[in-house]
């Protein structure tokens, strides 16, 4: 068992470039969280999703910012023309049916130049 | 704003002291949980405790949860330089599944 898979481990983009970051939650996770962390600080939630749907967006800049969980295939945390401030690691969390077995990848670290 | 605030922000202790950390929260919460993050890398969860318990012990771990106040302890036993890392409180509340951080604990065991 794998655990959480979060690629690329860094990225770096210029402004106004697009990043994707992708997430493969751990076997047998159905649902799926994002996270972002700036420097010297804790995580703030940006998005909860199961497979093809939404769930909880509440945390989600308004613009520039989607995600998706489609049927096959990895979570993907989309960011376009991105800006400075976007620059923080972005992790993913998986967890099954109940709420406490979450598992966190070891993150993305985007750097926007 | 913060669901959880952990103090102290920093807390630096010779190797085999205690490290004693705390969280409070504001909202009623279903579980609180802890997390490890070393420098530069993902969260380890540590260790989980329920709304209606009040002590939880996981090796060199203890955690108390006293929801009249709010707040939360984390106690490192017999620390060590491996310990070194940030910690953090994170909640689950309502019917949320989202986990809810504090803005952590740096701490540093000085071997």
């Known amino acids: 068992n794998a655990g959480v898979m979060q690629n690329p481990r860094h990225l770096v983009r210029r402004r106004g470039q697009e990043a994707r970051l992708r997430c493969s939650p751990m076997k047998g996770h159905s649902h799926v969280y994002w996270y972002r962390q700036l420097p010297e600080e804790g995580l703030k939630f940006m998005v909860y999703l199961q497979k093809e749907n939404i769930i909880d967006e509440s945390g989600m800049p308004k613009e520039r910012f989607s995600a998706e969980f489609p049927k096959e295939g990895p979570s993907i945390l989309r960011i376009q023309q991105v800006v400075r401030g976007d620059s923080a690691a972005y992790f993913c969390a998986s967890s099954g049916a109940d709420n406490y077995g979450y598992t966190f990848g070891s993150g993305t670290r985007l750097t926007v130049v | 704003s913060q669901q959880g605030e952990e103090d102290p922000q920093a807390l630096s202790i010779q190797e085999g002291e205690n490290a004693t950390m705390n969280c409070s929260y504001k909202?009623?919460?279903?579980?609180l949980q802890w997390y490890r993050q070393n420098s530069g890398r993902g969260l380890v969860h540590l260790i989980l405790i329920r709304s209606n318990e009040r002590e939880k012990h996981s090796g060199r771990l203890r955690v108390t949860l006293d929801t009249s106040k709010k707040s939360s302890s984390l106690l490192i036993t017999a620390s060590r330089a491996a310990d070194t890392a940030s910690y953090f409180c994170a909640t689950v509340s309502g019917s949320a599944r989202q986990l809810t951080f504090g803005s952590g604990t740096q701490l540093t065991v000085l071997p």
């Open positions: 909202t009623s919460i279903n579980n």
